[in-house]
């Protein structure tokens, strides 16, 4: 799969994700389907935007014991998604079970996605809550390492940080990166953002996007423009 972007389908109904999607006419964009929609909705919601053509980033950041992890990796590969994803702090061989859950009979699986350190904890929290004494970019790449060793196809990161896990674990390791907002955009509530043409720039293999396209006046254009600036 080449650069895309992927629409997070941040909506708390059925019924407004589709109002939402039937928008767009021509080309079927990328969604991400996220705990919000998929626990207000349930599997049928992945099954109903596949069947409408669409390709699925299902992000329900798994975090269990290997065991658990890996039958519900196979749920969801039935599922037929095409990105998925789990916490790296589950551990090395939690992940090395969520890739033996997920590969289907004939070999083939969705990509699997790690989330390194949430954007949300920083520093502090990290030392504080978790424990964990090193520095934050440290321990982002440690933990990018250990998924590319359990066979991950790339972590989900901010923009920022795509050069150096490039870097880490080579240029085929995926960078799935949310935080965009176009230049003449309202920031919200996210702290480091980029461009789509700077996180073109940097890297980032995949865009995850929301607001900036979802609230947007006109959400095919935004959508268009986006593409537009990342993909070219
Ligand atoms: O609306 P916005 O473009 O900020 O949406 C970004 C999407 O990416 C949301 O679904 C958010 O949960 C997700 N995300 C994020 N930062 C992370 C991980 C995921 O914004 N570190």
Do not use: W
């Not at 935007?49 to 390709?55: E, L, Q, T």
């Amino acid at each position: 799969m080449g650069k895309d972007v992927i629409i997070a389908c941040d909506f708390d109904s059925a019924e407004k994700t589709f109002a939402f999607l039937d928008k767009f006419t021509g080309r079927k964009p990328f969604v991400k389907i996220g705990m919000e929609l998929y626990y207000a909705e349930g599997p049928s919601i992945v099954r109903e935007i596949k069947k409408r053509g669409h390709k699925i980033f299902l992000d329900l950041k798994l975090h269990d014991i290997p065991n658990t992890v890996k039958k519900s990796m196979a749920v969801l590969s039935r599922l037929d998604v095409d990105m998925t994803n789990l916490h790296a702090a589950g551990t090395v061989r939690m992940m090395e079970a969520a890739i033996e859950g997920l590969t289907r009979p004939d070999g083939t699986r969705p990509l699997l996605i790690a989330v390194t350190q949430l954007t949300s904890t920083d520093q502090e929290s990290m030392e504080k809550d978790l424990h964990i004494e090193k520095p934050i970019a440290d321990v982002v790449m440690h933990y990018a390492n250990n998924a590319k060793i359990a066979g991950l196809d790339g972590v989900v990161c901010s923009p920022l940080e795509a050069g150096k896990v490039h870097e880490t674990c080579g240029e085929k390791f995926l960078t799935v990166t949310p935080g965009v907002r176009f230049a003449d955009g309202d920031i919200g509530d996210q702290k480091r953002v980029m461009t789509p043409a700077e996180a073109k720039k940097i890297g980032s293999d995949y865009i995850v996007v929301g607001r900036p396209i979802t609230a947007a006046e006109d959400p095919v254009a935004a959508y268009e423009r986006c593409v537009a600036e990342f993909v070219g």
